[in-house]
């Protein structure tokens, strides 16, 4: 069954990870508003890029290693209300950013997969989209900074522990976060996620 949002629903049944409430997140609390150019990495079904054409009037290019996952996007994309400025393309991170057109990207958004060295679920296709096997936070880092404009943002969603290595992997990348939300889930619960904003600038950090 369809995840109804307020402007576009999405299809996840055929994804190897579901609509969850990590991306959803991400996608409202991300500052996409004045970002002509953005570039979902490793979409899913599309979702944090259906919500940044919901929010923003920017061409957006969603990429993912998973070409039943692509497809998924792009179906989700064509029956949306901005099917004329959203893009899916199944390709590895590695090698989008060595194309001569990838690059120039005001804002780059990102639920990475993202267990290090941790034990892997028996269906392959869901274990590399939560596994960073495929997409080592340096490449991730590295890769962003290429691609981003000099004053482009990179968003993105993770667990508390990895998201404390990222920042120190993307700060050696010449990455800096300058905005970061912790959430909590419950009352009483320790947070279990982090929301980050790095800029290729240091800025004062907002929190």
Do not use: Y
């Amino acid at each position: 069954m369809p995840f109804r949002f307020k402007q576009f629903s999405v299809e996840d049944s055929n994804c190897p990870m579901k609509v969850g409430t990590d991306s959803v997140l991400l996608g409202a609390w991300a500052r996409l508003e004045n970002s002509p150019c953005i570039l979902d990495i490793g979409t899913g079904c599309g979702l944090l890029a259906l919500m940044a054409a919901q929010r923003s009037d920017a061409r957006i290019t969603a990429i993912d290693i998973d070409p039943v996952a692509t497809e998924s996007a792009a179906a989700n994309f064509r029956i949306s209300p901005w099917a004329g400025r959203l893009t899916a393309r199944c390709i590895r991170l590695q090698d989008f950013q060595n194309e001569p057109e990838a690059g120039n990207f005001d804002h780059i958004i990102s639920n990475p997969p993202f267990f290090i060295n941790s034990l892997k679920a028996p269906d392959p296709d869901r274990s590399n989209a939560r596994h960073n096997d495929l997409l080592p936070f340096e490449d991730l880092a590295f890769a962003s900074v290429n691609l981003m404009t000099p004053d482009g943002r990179l968003s993105m969603v993770l667990p508390v522990a990895e998201g404390d290595v990222f920042i120190e992997v993307a700060a050696k990348t010449g990455l800096f976060l300058n905005r970061k939300l912790t959430v909590i889930p419950k009352a009483g619960k320790e947070a279990n996620r982090l929301l980050l904003e790095f800029a290729r600038q240091p800025l004062t950090m907002e929190t």
